[in-house]
């Protein structure tokens, strides 16, 4: 019998998806209406693999290289492949999981669906709450 949290049991449901063809400014735009800090971008066919833009990277690829929204596309600057997580990964095990591979946030996945999204601050706050 299972005892401990899962990763899919601290995760946010909030996925959002957005096309790769689209602006950053639309990413941008989706991501303050969701309130979220991070969209996926699906993979256009069976042999691609999904994306993943993240507000860091608008900053960085387009804030600061002085580029505007507008001329900018979602593909540009996200993270393919994207890096995911196991839904029944031990909870105790993925900060140092993201940690090892130097990443905040990350899509969860079971049965090659993602189910949601963990942050690397949800692991303070659970262990505020505990």
């Given at each position: 019998m299972e005892d401990f949290k899962k990763a899919k049991?601290?995760?946010s449901d909030k996925l959002f998806y957005i096309d790769g063809l689209a602006s950053a400014r639309d990413a941008a735009e989706l991501m303050k209406e969701k309130n979220v800090r991070v969209l996926l971008i699906?993979?256009?066919n069976n042999a691609d693999a999904n994306g993943i833009v993240t507000?860091?990277?608008?900053?960085?690829?387009?804030?600061?290289?002085?580029?505007t929204l507008d001329e900018v596309s979602v593909y540009e600057i996200m993270t393919k492949p994207v890096f995911s997580i196991s839904a029944h990964l031990n909870v105790k095990y993925v900060p140092r999981l993201m940690h090892n591979y130097n990443i905040n946030i990350a899509p969860i996945e079971e049965n090659g669906k993602y189910i949601g999204i963990i942050d690397y601050t949800q692991f303070l706050?659970?262990?505020?709450e505990s």
């Open positions: 049991d601290i995760a699906q993979k256009r507000v860091n990277d608008i900053i960085k690829g387009v804030i600061i290289e002085g580029k706050f659970t262990k505020l």
